[in-house]
């Protein structure tokens, strides 16, 4: 019999069902053993590289790859950016037409027949609710505001101060959120639905499971009327500089920071960890607005100490930041190098004193903050969103309050005239991002997710059927005893 109902005899009526408690192990052994490959739906509006949300799902899905899963990719557009790794990564990717996107994403999944469905960042209401209408487990990763933001970055368009509110018809006024740049050409402003951002808060609030990165946005979702026991806490992939791999690399004496290998789990800590000698600044990030790259900038004018920036990455703002930078005076020592690849960005980690970290709005993590510390450098940062959750003031770097420049400032003067003190906090953020983000265990506890959805549902499923077979006999009875005799 189905999980949670047993077959007894009656005297009176014959056989017939009755509910009870089944136990954890019984379940496992109805549902069977764990499977070592699933078919696993990603669905997401890009396909190809852009920002921290783009590198997770790429990686997340290689190394679920690597353990014999197979992944699918549904997607809005592509970016123009490391698609052939994407295509080579997916075994199918399905392209939304942008009209009847409900009945591509059934087609779709007749086609590839997942076993989970897996929505990143996604806001289409006819996609959701296709995905949602199929008996599979729908599971969600929260990369950003945008769930429950109409702005989708949670902080006041003006001032910049960060919004702490639930979604509301604050967001239509003061706030104003109806209105919005339009990014995709035309007229420069367009219009937001608060109704459908509604609409898309109570879709996603039926969602088996909704994977965060920190405790901030297990908050923002808590505050926005999400389920707390569906909210998992998963620490972030990183890839492994250069090679690929997960849990890769060592510590090899004082030559460690000079081949800038990531720190291993399993690995130990050298008593000295030389720095260069360039006072390299690094700077990395979508350069948008919110990350706060103007504010850095001006931090910037309080160093004394020579030193050389280079700031990776591209965006919307970038334009206004380098005329920015040669009116502070800055075009001399400050490089705008743009779009960046891994192993590029691994050579910058490796000639770097520190990393910078400027984001005002509310950091939903901040991906490149661990990642800079995974090789050996210390970092400031403004207090913001989840930061707080990886760095500690004065242990790992410097965690300087929200839009200070000036302190900024002087931290990065400390750390680039303070080389045992850059040194010591580098050592620090390096064993700080191995202890807490080993990545074996975080794609074993991933793994572990997807199983526990698809057994979920299964016995779900089973609970149903047994409860109508359950009403169906139930009625049968009636109708036979109340039949004249």
Request: charged share 20%; net charge positive; hydrophobic share 35%.
């Given at each position: 019999?189905?999980?949670?109902?047993?077959?007894?005899?009656?005297?009176?009526?014959?056989?017939?069902?009755?509910?009870?408690?089944?136990?954890?192990?019984?379940?496992?052994?109805?549902?069977?053993?764990?499977?070592?490959?699933?078919?696993?739906?990603?669905?997401?509006?890009?396909?190809?590289?852009?920002?921290?949300?783009?590198?997770n799902?790429?990686?997340?899905?290689?190394?679920?790859?690597?353990?014999?899963?197979?992944?699918?990719?549904?997607?809005?557009?592509?970016?123009?950016?490391?698609?052939?790794?994407?295509?080579?990564?997916?075994s199918?990717?399905?392209?939304?037409?942008?009209?009847?996107?409900g009945?591509?994403?059934?087609?779709?999944?007749?086609?590839?027949?997942?076993d989970?469905?897996?929505?990143?960042?996604?806001?289409?209401?006819?996609?959701?609710?296709?995905?949602?209408?199929?008996?599979?487990?729908?599971?969600?990763?929260?990369?950003?505001?945008?769930?429950?933001?109409?702005?989708?970055?949670?902080?006041?368009?003006?001032t910049?101060?960060?919004?702490?509110?639930?979604?509301?018809?604050?967001?239509?006024?003061?706030?104003?959120?109806?209105?919005?740049?339009?990014?995709?050409?035309?007229?420069?402003?367009?219009?937001v639905?608060?109704?459908?951002?509604?609409?898309?808060?109570?879709?996603?609030q039926?969602?088996?499971?909704?994977?965060?990165?920190s405790?901030?946005?297990?908050?923002?979702?808590?505050?926005?009327?999400?389920?707390?026991?569906?909210?998992?806490?998963?620490?972030?992939?990183?890839?492994?500089?250069?090679?690929?791999?997960?849990?890769?690399?060592?510590?090899?004496?004082?030559?460690?920071?000079?081949?800038?290998?990531?720190?291993?789990?399993?690995?130990?800590?050298?008593?000295?960890?030389?720095?260069?000698?360039?006072n390299?600044?690094?700077?990395?990030g979508?350069?948008?607005r919110?990350?706060?790259?103007?504010?850095?900038?001006?931090?910037?004018?309080?160093?004394?100490?020579?030193?050389e920036?280079?700031?990776?990455?591209?965006?919307?703002?970038?334009?206004?930041?380098?005329?920015?930078?040669?009116?502070?005076?800055?075009?001399?020592?400050?490089k705008?190098?743009?779009?960046?690849?891994?192993?590029?960005?691994?050579?910058?980690?490796?000639k770097?004193?520190?990393?910078?970290?400027?984001?005002?709005?509310?950091?939903?993590?901040?991906?490149?903050?661990?990642?800079?510390?995974r090789?050996?450098?210390?970092?400031?940062?403004?207090?913001?969103?989840?930061?707080?959750?990886?760095?500690?003031?004065?242990?790992?770097?410097?965690?300087?309050?929200?839009?200070?420049?000036?302190?900024?400032?002087?931290?990065?003067?400390?750390?680039?005239?303070?080389?045992?003190?850059?040194?010591?906090?580098?050592?620090?953020?390096?064993?700080r991002?191995?202890?807490?983000?080993?990545?074996?265990?975080?794609?074993?506890?991933l793994?572990?997710?997807?199983?526990?959805?698809?057994?979920?549902?299964?016995?779900?499923?089973?609970?149903?059927?047994?409860?109508?077979?359950?009403?169906y006999?139930?009625?049968?009875?009636?109708?036979?005893?109340?039949?004249?005799?």
């Open positions: 019999m189905p999980g949670g109902w047993a077959l007894l005899c009656s005297p009176t009526f014959g056989w017939g069902i009755t509910k009870r408690t089944v136990s954890t192990e019984e379940v496992s052994n109805t549902q069977g053993v764990k499977p070592s490959k699933m078919r696993l739906l990603f669905v997401h509006r890009h396909l190809g590289e852009l920002g921290g949300a783009e590198a799902i790429h990686l997340t899905a290689e190394q679920l790859g690597r353990r014999g899963h197979m992944t699918g990719l549904l997607y809005g557009s592509a970016t123009g950016k490391g698609e052939d790794q994407w295509r080579a990564t997916f199918e990717c399905f392209r939304l037409p942008g009209y009847r996107n009945t591509a994403t059934q087609r779709a999944l007749e086609y590839f027949t997942p989970v469905l897996w929505v990143h960042n996604l806001s289409d209401l006819e996609v959701l609710e296709a995905l949602l209408q199929s008996p599979k487990p729908v599971i969600r990763t929260v990369h950003d505001h945008a769930l429950y933001c109409m702005r989708s970055y949670k902080y006041d368009y003006f910049r101060q960060i919004c702490l509110r639930p979604a509301s018809t604050y967001c239509i006024f003061p706030c104003l959120a109806s209105v919005s740049r339009n990014h995709r050409g035309g007229l420069p402003l367009k219009w639905s608060y109704s459908a951002k509604r609409q898309e808060i109570r879709l996603n039926h969602c088996r499971r909704l994977i965060v990165f405790d901030y946005i297990r908050q923002e979702l808590l505050r926005n009327g999400f389920d707390g026991p569906r909210i998992e806490v998963h620490a972030p992939l990183f890839r492994e500089g250069g090679g690929g791999k997960l849990g890769v690399g060592s510590w090899e004496e004082d030559e460690a920071r000079q081949s800038c290998s990531p720190l291993s789990p399993n690995s130990q800590p050298p008593s000295s960890t030389p720095l260069p000698s360039s390299l600044i690094v700077w990395a979508q350069i948008v919110g990350k706060g790259l103007d504010l850095f900038l001006r931090a910037l004018t309080h160093v004394k100490t020579n030193f920036c280079a700031i990776l990455g591209d965006g919307s703002h970038r334009a206004y930041c380098e005329k920015l930078s040669k009116k502070l005076g800055l075009s001399g020592r400050v705008f190098y743009g779009f960046v690849g891994p192993e590029q960005l691994q050579e910058f980690f490796c770097a004193s520190l990393f910078a970290f400027s984001s005002v709005w509310p950091e939903p993590f901040g991906m490149a903050g661990p990642e800079a510390m090789h050996g450098l210390p970092v400031v940062a403004f207090d913001a969103g989840a930061v707080r959750e990886w760095l500690t003031d004065g242990a790992n770097g410097f965690l300087v309050p929200w839009g200070n420049t000036n302190l900024f400032g002087v931290r990065i003067e400390q750390l680039l005239q303070n080389r045992d003190l850059a040194q010591t906090m580098g050592r620090c953020a390096r064993e991002v191995a202890r807490e983000f080993n990545p074996d265990r975080a794609i074993e506890r793994d572990d997710l997807l199983f526990r959805v698809v057994q979920e549902t299964q016995t779900a499923a089973s609970s149903q059927q047994s409860e109508n077979f359950l009403n006999e139930q009625r049968t009875v009636r109708t036979i005893a109340s039949a004249p005799l």
